[in-house]
């Protein structure tokens, strides 16, 4: 990093950022939840679509939703690449989509046999970002998962949507 901060030399790849087929695809395979069978294609909304993204239904006349906030490109257009766009609207769907609650809901689930907080928060950073968390991470998750839960998620579910919306599982390093 020291002798090519810019990357001229190729010494590694550059940051990428997933795109909404390969981001809603990695939700559902942390949550255990992705399906490999085949079959007729789904809307994307349907809460009963685990199948991939890719084989989600695309209609040429009114683009799905959550694809269009993506930055899916326009079916009826021919186009080189995709644009790439960061919104508030784009996190506002992690933190609002019943697609991500019912995810988190899954996965906080899925974690729950684990153990202790401890044990949660270093399998839940094992899962989503293939790493133990660093021990200020750590910290700070038994923190916040020691406050009093609120109505309606418990914090570990809160806890999970911080992470399934930070740029660490949206972006490839």
Known sequence: ???????LM?????RKRLSVEEWRDS???TCNQLSDRGGKSLELDDPKNFRRTVYG???RLKLNDTLMQ???PDANVHAEKRAVTTTPIQKLFMLNSPFVLARVSAFSGHLKDCGGCEE????AYGMLFGR??????????KDFLNKPAREGMSRFEEYAQILFASNE???VD
């Open 120 to 123: 949660q928060v270093v399998r």
């Open 27 to 29: 939700v559902l395979f």
């Open 169 to 171: 599982f949206l972006y």
């Open 70 to 72: 993506f930055d899916y």
């Open 57 to 59: 239904r695309v209609s």
């Open 1 to 7: 990093m020291r002798i090519d901060p810019e990357n």
């Open 10 to 14: 190729l010494w590694h790849m550059n």
């Open 132 to 141: 133990k968390p660093e021990p200020w991470e750590l910290q700070t998750a």
